[in-house]
């Protein structure tokens, strides 16, 4: 079975699923997932786990990422981005800069965010975007988040639709669970008007960056022959880039193969074990040495 580890830079327009469905179609292998979804208007940085790479998809520290991004202020959209329709045009003519750095910044920082309605969040079982496209009323409770950088690159005002608008380009770093699309909306409420993304551009999740990308998972034409094979990042070059690593002897090797516990230390939960440049498992410690986390398919 094909194993291994995908960076992806997606490509504007489609959905995380469809990139999954591309992806199994290029390796011939159903058996892959994907950790960090991208909403269909952001590109970049999307992570795939195929074959035995899918089981350590949950175990992958992935709380840190970054983000480029276009936030539009003076127009806002029921989805706060672009692709939602406008619920509100006042404009934002004339915005004084020392307002707007005063807004971003306290949007930096540990904050609580209410997420967009328009999102994957569950409210009584079912997607609070399901529940907005039935005409539903959906209030999403807040939660914290942390903005470690809010970084405005670049500042300009111009016409949209008959409206004055700026558009505001900046360089956001955050954890998981923080919508860049709320930012925007956000930012739009503390200044008196709206706002809404028209671009987004994911650059980093944990370690990994758009320059990992082997694979932009643009559309592919039938008439131009096999859909184009990504490259994969070996699962042991993954471990030594996201876990501690311990390398083990031919003994112990035989012993993880059947998930037994080890007299060996490990150094964290999880700990990558690896015995001739293959990644075993991933262990955590345990009184008298360690047991598994997550053991590989040899």
Not at 33 to 55: I, M
Not at 133 to 145: D, I, K, Q, S
Not at 222 to 245: Q, S
């Amino acid at each position: 079975m094909t194993s291994g580890f995908l960076v992806v830079d997606k490509p504007q327009g489609c959905t995380s699923h469809t990139v999954v469905a591309r992806a199994r179609r290029a390796l011939g292998t159903k058996k892959i997932g994907h950790a960090g979804t991208l909403d269909p208007l952001a590109t970049g940085v999307l992570l795939l786990g195929v074959g035995a790479g899918t089981r350590l998809l949950g175990h992958l520290t992935l709380a840190d990422k970054t983000y480029e991004t276009t936030i539009r202020l003076g127009v806002s959209t029921v989805t706060d981005d672009s692709e939602g329709e406008i619920t509100a045009a006042p404009g934002a003519s004339g915005l004084d800069r020392g307002r707007l750095d005063a807004a971003v910044a306290a949007l930096t920082g540990d904050i609580v965010q209410v997420p967009s309605a328009v999102s994957a969040i569950k409210v009584d079982g079912k997607r609070a975007y399901a529940l907005v496209r039935a005409g539903e009323a959906v209030e999403l409770r807040g939660r914290p988040v942390t903005v470690s950088a809010f970084d405005v690159l670049a500042v300009r005002e111009t016409d949209a639709d008959g409206v004055r608008v700026i558009d505001i380009d900046a360089r956001i770093d955050c954890t998981s669970g923080t919508y860049v699309r709320a930012l925007a909306r956000d930012l739009g409420i503390a200044l008196g008007t709206g706002g809404h993304l028209t671009a987004l551009r994911r650059t980093r999740v944990g370690p990994f960056s758009i320059d990992d990308a082997t694979w932009d998972a643009a559309p592919h034409d039938p008439g131009a022959g096999e859909w184009p094979r990504p490259a994969l990042m070996d699962l042991a070059d993954l471990a030594r880039r996201c876990f501690p690593v311990v390398e083990v002897d031919a003994d112990a090797a035989r012993d993880i193969g059947y998930g037994r516990p080890l007299a060996l230390e490990v150094p964290a939960d999880p700990t990558a074990l690896i015995y001739d440049g293959r990644l075993l498992a991933l262990y955590r410690p345990a009184a008298g040495g360690s047991v598994p986390v997550a053991v590989l398919p040899g």
